[in-house]
């Protein structure tokens, strides 16, 4: 999304801030950052979906084992909470994920 945005394909997206000055995109796209009044109290969530026309399911599949095994360790490397944790169990919980 980020590339197509910067080659000039789409008009605007709501983004994560952090984009913003990664290498790639830095000083190449113009931003407007949203009102804090206007973003939920955190913890945020993530959801992870497989599309029900993927290509490759095998693939799509294996990627998403990855993210929730040996993959949490990269989110919680970079300040997010592992589903693994304490802290993440205790979220699952309190908002009712099930499958993960």
């Not at 910067?6 to 709501?14: F, L, N, T």
């Not at 952090?18 to 995109?25: A, E, V, W």
Request: hydrophobic letters at 35%; aromatic letters at 8%; one cysteine or more.
């Amino acid at each position: 999304m980020m590339c197509d945005l910067v080659d000039g394909k789409g008009d605007a997206s709501i983004i994560e801030k952090r984009l913003t000055t990664h290498d790639r995109f830095k000083d190449r796209i113009e931003y407007m950052p949203i009102d804090e009044k206007l973003i939920p109290p955190g913890p945020l969530t993530f959801t992870l979906n497989i599309m029900k026309y993927v290509k490759d399911e095998k693939l799509a599949d294996d990627f998403a084992d990855f993210v929730c095994s040996d993959g949490q360790e990269i989110f919680e490397r970079h300040g997010f909470t592992s589903i693994h944790s304490a802290r993440g169990l205790e979220l699952i919980e309190r908002f009712g994920v099930k499958d993960v």
